[in-house]
């Protein structure tokens, strides 16, 4: 029997899909509404001094015909009053007990995080985030990311919301930084309960090409913005098992966040550890509907895989993502073009000759047009798989006997690297690379 | 099958004669480009008889560089609006690209094309430089694709161009012999008066070149001359009773059609003989027309028809219906056509026979002949040493010289017969070629 229920550091929901505090989460209608959609959750839209925000705050890239692949806001946190916010988290939990509202909040000194805090708590909240990530607008004024780029204040604030707050308390960590471990363990020693991310990431999505301004343009001029939507979800992923292999910070719960979209998404991100996801862009572009693909995906897979709670295979992945010097330097892999398949685009000809190995033939032949797969050539490096616009068309063979195993680790610990520019030991030396002047004979 | 009522008002017609490849609006344009794979040494470039950068214009069109993809595409091809709408693209590039291979729609190349010349046009963009004069006159006898493109060619390499047109408009059979399904006159008229308007040559209407004195003139006046005749007026059968009223040519009915458009009179039943594209145009409009019954008659089967697929399947939708394995033996009627007799073929040691056993008659008030046109032979007639072959095509060398070192040429009076694109690029060619000769 699946049971998609979750126990997030005490926080507990009817699944692990929940809403981004964002602007999907600004208002108790709209939080109501995509309980009964099906979310198990909700971040409410971060909460503190209401802001004043600017009109014309969302740019998109678009990729091809897919409309908002990337996505940036400047928007800032609440811009409602404090009481009416309260108010309507009430309500929300008067109607949802079993569901989780999440306070997000965001304020500067320790009197005001004190009182907020006192105040979500009574307004029934399950538990807080603390928006240390927002890159844009209230990092100007000392927060957001302002503090998830500086651990030692992060762990201070930490410090004081613990020491306050009787509900669970997860800390969230703004991308914009080098090594994501470090404000994570802050958090940790801080005393958080759980740690999310990723918050958005600084970015500039666009120019227009008439007025020479960033999108989205406010009278003539614009800022840098917070990115998110599918184009961030290999650095969020990435982020995350950093975390999550981290001795001590992997010890708390994860939430993920970032790109998330589908029942794909979601299963990535807990083999990579999170216990439960996040979820904003998504909605802004399908609407809370979106959560049904979702469930039902995920209960597919896991009925599929005989898991019964997500915790079944939340991290699996997680020892199979390694350092490059564990890697087995005996593995080898070869490109196979399926003939029946291939439609003759050539493109992996070309992918290959200008930006690989050039271990691709064109075809004798200008009808069939079918390359082939120079083997001795080919490295394996995948490109030609990955342009080909034919599903399973070319594949990656095993070539290996699966007998030998040897890592970089392996071979330093024995000596046995290239230490000169010119070693005999450098991988590619003998490998074979077409003479400069052959690319002049090219011509067709 | 469609049922068409006769068209008594240009609505009506318009309806009728709805354009087989209407122009995309700008999202069915960015999305259908979107679609393009940019594959390598791309097979559809290579079906183009002009070799237009095909997958450099569909992204250029993608980013939205509109007057660039028309760049690409008329650098080309000078009559790239045109083409883009009259080419049969399924058997061209679109019959090359890729995806049929995948079993999934081809991109529809025709239409983006167009798309992109269109919008160019209508923008009135300057796109193209008359060259630096080189002080050097070229004749161009006929303003059809492949005289147009030549001019434009030209004029590009700095020469002063006049063209000589027997008609009153420019294009040829772009606009006098094209199904009004394919196109219409504003849109080639358009095109030409955009080409002219940035390249200057001169169009002498009216002036068909069609005696030894004119001839002489052009040859002392002009450094070159390049012929771009065409062919001329349907081919006499040598039928008994061809001379009743009713019995048309293909190439004549389809003229005035484009011309008189819903004014054409077409009688309830119509008999369309031949199996050439022609065959199928003149059979399908005749439908379009309101002619209750049409019937196409080929003396071969349907698999050796001349005609495309699909230009057979789009007059069969128009409630064609179709005789093969018969041949015209004679007209009857008194006066006026009443109807064809027909006699059967046969293959008989795979040759064509025909049994004069097996007759019947075709009840009909008019007949269609698309049997092919006569070439234009009492004008190559004029010129000196200019070598024909045996099916009165003019003989032209690499360069698109004929034997007369003076007269290039090109389009359907060296092909015999081809689509617009054909002479299209033989027109750009010659150009090239009397330059070359001009700077030996």
């Known amino acids: 029997m699946v049971d998609l229920s979750i126990n997030f550091a005490g926080i507990k929901a009817p699944n692990p899909f929940w809403l981004a505090s964002a602007p999907p989460t600004n208002s108790g209608y709209q939080i109501m509404k995509a309980f009964e959609a099906g979310w198990g959750g909700a971040v409410w839209k971060t909460l503190g001094v209401p802001v004043v925000n600017v009109s014309s705050r969302y740019g998109s890239v678009n990729y091809r015909n897919t409309r908002m692949m990337g996505f940036n806001n400047i928007e800032l946190i609440t811009d409602r009053p404090l009481a009416d916010n309260l108010r309507e988290i009430e309500e929300v939990k008067k109607y949802f007990p079993d569901h989780a509202v999440i306070a997000s909040l965001m304020v500067e000194s320790r009197a005001e995080w004190e009182q907020i805090i006192k105040d979500v708590e009574n307004a029934g909240a399950d538990g807080i985030e603390l928006n240390f990530g927002c890159p844009h607008g209230m990092c100007e004024r000392g927060m957001g990311s302002a503090v998830g780029q500086e651990p030692e204040v992060l762990k201070t604030i930490v410090g004081w919301v613990k020491e306050a707050a009787k509900i669970p308390v997860i800390t969230k960590l703004s991308p914009n930084i080098s090594h994501i471990t470090d404000p994570g363990l802050a958090a940790v020693q801080g005393g958080t309960d759980s740690i999310s991310l990723i918050n958005t990431i600084k970015s500039i999505v666009g120019i227009d090409l008439d007025s020479y301004a960033p999108y989205p343009i406010v009278d003539g001029k614009g800022t840098n913005g917070g990115y998110c939507g599918p184009a961030v979800k290999p650095i969020a992923m990435h982020m995350l098992k950093d975390l999550a292999q981290h001795p001590e910070i992997g010890k708390v719960p994860l939430s993920g966040i970032g790109g998330i979209e589908t029942w794909r998404d979601v299963v990535e991100f807990i083999l990579l550890g ?171 | 099958m469609a049922e068409y009522k006769r068209p008594t008002t240009k609505a009506e017609f318009d309806k009728n004669f709805k354009q087989k490849k209407p122009l995309m609006n700008d999202t069915e344009a960015y999305y259908e480009a979107s679609r393009c794979l940019f594959c390598y040494d791309a097979p559809c470039v290579q079906a183009c008889p002009t070799h237009i950068d095909i997958p450099l214009f569909i992204k250029q069109i993608h980013t939205d560089n509109v007057t660039g993809a028309s760049k690409t595409i008329f650098d080309s091809n000078w009559l790239g609006n045109a083409c883009g709408v009259v080419c049969p693209t399924g058997v061209l590039c679109e019959g090359a690209c890729v995806y049929n291979h995948q079993d999934v729609p081809p991109i529809q190349i ?14 009135n963009k300057t796109l193209f430089k008359v060259g630096a004069s080189n002080g050097k006159k070229i004749a161009v006898i006929g303003a059809g694709p492949a005289g147009l493109a030549c001019a434009c060619e030209a004029r590009t390499l700095g020469y002063e161009v006049d063209l000589f047109e027997a008609k009153d408009k420019p294009s040829g059979l772009t606009v006098h012999g094209i199904a009004p399904y394919k196109i219409t006159n504003e849109e080639v008229l358009k095109e030409v008066e955009y080409l002219q308007n940035q390249l200057g040559f001169n169009i002498k209407y009216n002036t068909a070149i069609d005696s030894k004195d004119e001839l002489t003139m052009l040859e002392t006046n002009y450094d070159a001359i390049f012929i771009g005749v065409g062919l001329g007026a349907t081919r006499h059968l040598g039928l008994e009773g061809e001379d009743k009223k009713g019995v048309v040519g293909a190439v004549e009915f389809i003229e005035e059609l484009r011309m008189k458009h819903h004014n054409t009179k077409v009688p309830a039943k119509v008999v369309v003989i031949g199996g050439g594209n022609t065959a199928m145009d003149a059979a399908s409009e005749a439908a379009r027309m309101g002619a209750r019954k049409t019937v196409l008659a080929y003396r071969n089967s349907k698999e050796n028809m001349g005609a495309y697929g699909f230009e057979y399947d789009l007059a069969i939708s128009a409630g064609v219906d179709s005789l093969f394995n018969v041949t015209p033996i004679g007209i009857v009627g008194n006066g006026h056509v009443e109807g064809v007799k027909f006699a059967k073929t046969e293959l008989v040691e795979g040759k064509l026979q025909t049994n004069m056993n097996n007759t019947f008659i075709v009840r009909c008030d008019m007949v269609i002949k698309a049997t092919g046109q006569a070439k234009q032979g009492h004008l190559y007639d004029l010129i000196d040493d200019l070598d024909i072959d045996k099916k009165t095509r003019i003989k032209i060398n690499s360069e698109f010289q004929t034997s007369n070192a003076k007269y290039f040429a090109g389009g359907d009076a060296v092909n015999g017969g081809a689509e617009v694109v054909n002479a299209a690029y033989d027109g750009k060619m010659a150009a090239q070629g009397i330059h070359n000769w001009l700077n030996k």
């Open chain 1, 274 to 444: 999170a216990t439960s996801v996040q979820v904003c862009t998504a909605v802004m572009h399908y609407g809370f509907g979106i959560v049904r693909e979702m469930e039902a995906g995920l209960r597919q897979f896991m009925e599929d895989k005989g898991y019964n709670t997500i915790y079944d295979f939340a991290g699996k992945a997680l020892p199979n993502v390694t350092e490059w010097k564990h890697l087995n330097l005996k593995h080898k892999v070869v490109a196979e073009i399926n003939a029946d398949k291939c439609i003759g685009c050539d493109l992996c000809y070309i992918a290959c000759d200008d930006g690989a190995h050039q271990a691709i033939a064109l075809s004798d032949d200008p009808v069939n047009r079918i390359p082939s797969i120079i083997e001795e050539n080919c490295v394996g490096c995948n490109l030609c798989s990955l342009v080909c616009p034919v599903e399973d068309c070319i594949t990656m063979v095993k070539k290996d006997d699966g007998t030998q195993h040897i890592t970089w680790n392996e071979r330093t610990l024995n000596d046995d690297i290239p230490v000169t520019f010119d070693d005999d030991r450098a991988g590619g030396k003998g490998h074979f690379v077409p003479k400069p002047t052959d690319a002049l004979k090219n011509e067709r």
């Open chain 2, 110 to 123: 025709g239409r983006l094309q167009n798309y992109a010349t269109n919008k160019t046009i209508d923008a």
